[in-house]
DNA sequence: AAATTCTACGGAAACGTTTGCATAAAACAT
DNA sequence: ATGTTTTATGCAAACGTTTCCGTAGAATTT
């Protein structure tokens, strides 16, 4: 019924409990015999150490917790999956959370964790998060945390993400390059670093070609309701020919907003996106998207994170790193023939 | 620098610490005078009670545990959020882990379970997992478990489905409808319980017009590389005109061994598919889907293991919860005309 | 006035580990 | 033979809670 305990293995062969203890965790300082009873009978009896015993002795639970905004978004899901990894290898367990782009629900999570809960933090900030008081406990705590994708600059701790600015330059010349000549941006969240970068790529790449290009900003909620009727309303009376979506679902909702008013992709309007969408390509028209390494990058951050669990001593872990997004141009962007 | 404890907080205030901890938990023998000098303490040093300590003391944990194949995959992200939004509600927490449909890697992850770490699990079974002998000890040890989507029929426990069966017969009928001869099932995995049951439906709906519909089996694997060469091979050599998906990613395939082998959807074959995809209606065609109720199955299981959890005496919680799915006809299944 | 019940709190044991310290027995050195 | 080190083990204290039990003093009843 109830689980094995060290002490029932203790009682059983006759030892103390430290001996057992020892023995369990190979310790130098007991016999090779013992350790071979030891573990006969905890593998016969099948002994699970209790995780909570244990992680109140130590201060530590071998356990980390990984705070996003959602988790129905392809990105997320392929970073949870590239952490996972890492995190399986280290024998860590993962604690999800998701903030729902709430900057309360954020702050809600965060105070729980500062009670020694787990180890290390990974979070990739909520949208609407505009002040940062909540964080501040985790460093007056020492609890390791790492930032990725959606970093908190004011927070001086090692990030992860990818080239949005680059990527967001090389993109926008794209458009420019198929003949944009009215290009709006649609954005997520003006608190959000992503969204920054991106904007600032965008508008430097428009600058390069001032007074020949136009520009527009068209700044979107969470709702996806909503977002289409913005995007739809935009179309009807800007009439941009481009429209460089900040995140996935931007970009789909422009794709409903086009069928809504019987605009042609490419022809009347090109459209690409930041995305991590499977589908991309067999959408239609074909998506063009910025693909961002989310395996890689929830990989990389964990990587990070672990470091600097292993290791607290030497605060030269890694600080900012930054892998590369590739862009994979498909008709949303062809040039109308 | 450190977490603050009840024994600080009961230094400070000349109090026992069983006077803090019961004006805390807001214990009727405490008066109300030392509850408000307590809480008044506890919240100007931000005190955090300690998940550890308090779990090893209470034998509960306030932990659940989602085990599911993976995350990169629409019906399990949505599910999840589902899960979420009902823990966040009860103030429990949630541990993920990934199978990978990988048995070797269930069984890991269950037998790390057995040691209290979590009050309760809500699981969707791998792929490949044919023995179910690491599941025995859960049930052994009480612990409280419901299976979503992926059950094991061959352990007493509520499950979430939905109704596999009758949406893949209603399904099959109507690609037989749009005037399929020869229709391809793409099994996931025989051992599956939603690709024997949805199999089934198949096979049923056939039946009703043997002799004038032929249908095709095509086992597929977890490699999407390998799916679609399987795919193509099939449709080069069978030449079915009607493929049932039985999950979203070998619609996917599908559809990109169409393209390899320049047939056109609808007119040479007609595509449907379980699946939770978002962009369903932009694809290329559109593609005809059968929605699961991902979210609601997620929010139900939770709710299922909650009550198992709040009231373990009367064991007459739900058995077995089905939600209907819906089917959604989009030109992939479109009558060519 | 004595006996009883409440009220509000303190002491201490427990949850299952890990670990610093102590110590018998054995091995070795003088 | 005596002293010292080594080896293998045991004892007990922690980790931070919760909770059983006990008890002064106040309030109430007889």
Redesign the pocket.
């Known amino acids: 019924m ?6 029932m293995l ?1 009682r059983e062969l ?12 190979d ?9 071979e009873k030891v573990h006969a009978l905890a593998r016969q009896l099948n ?4 995780h ?3 992680s ?4 530590r639970s071998k356990t980390i917790a990984v705070i996003i905004p959602e988790i129905s978004n392809n990105f997320f899901s392929h970073v949870i999956n590239g952490i996972e990894a890492i995190a399986q290898e280290k024998n860590y367990h993962v604690l999800i959370y998701f903030t729902h782009e709430n900057q309360q629900k954020e702050a809600e999570v965060i105070q729980h964790l500062l ?2 809960r787990v180890d290390g933090i990974l979070m990739s900030m909520a949208g609407n998060t505009t002040n940062i008081q909540h964080l501040h406990p985790i460093r007056e705590q020492g609890i390791p945390i790492v930032f990725f994708d959606r970093i908190c600059a004011d927070l001086d701790a090692p990030t992860v993400t990818t080239d949005d600015f680059d990527s967001s330059l090389l993109a926008t010349h794209h458009l420019m390059e198929v003949g944009c000549k009215k290009i709006a941006y649609l954005s997520i969240s003006p608190h959000l670093s992503i969204d920054c970068k991106r904007m600032q790529g965008f508008q430097q790449a428009i600058a390069t070609k001032s007074g020949q290009v136009e520009s527009l900003l068209l700044p979107c909620s969470t709702d996806p309701q909503r977002n289409q009727e913005l995007i739809t309303n935009m179309l009807a009376i800007e009439k941009p020919d481009g429209i460089f979506a900040s995140v996935e679902k931007l970009a789909i909702a422009s794709y409903h907003a086009c069928a809504s008013l019987g605009l042609s992709i490419p022809a009347d309007v090109k459209i690409l996106s930041f995305s991590n969408l499977e589908t991309a390509s067999l959408l239609n028209p074909g998506l063009t998207t910025i693909i961002q390494p989310a395996h890689d990058m929830g990989k990389s951050a964990a990587t990070v994170l672990f470091n600097m669990l292993e290791k607290r001593k030497s605060k030269n872990w890694e600080r900012n790193t930054v892998i590369r997004s590739s862009m994979i141009i498909r008709r949303s962007t062809q040039i109308a023939i």
């Open positions: 109830s689980a094995i305990t060290i002490k203790a006759n030892l103390a409990i430290s001996t057992v203890s020892r023995a369990l965790m310790s130098y300082e007991i016999s090779a015999e013992t350790k002994y699970q150490p209790n909570y015993a244990s109140l002795r130590r201060q009670s020694g």
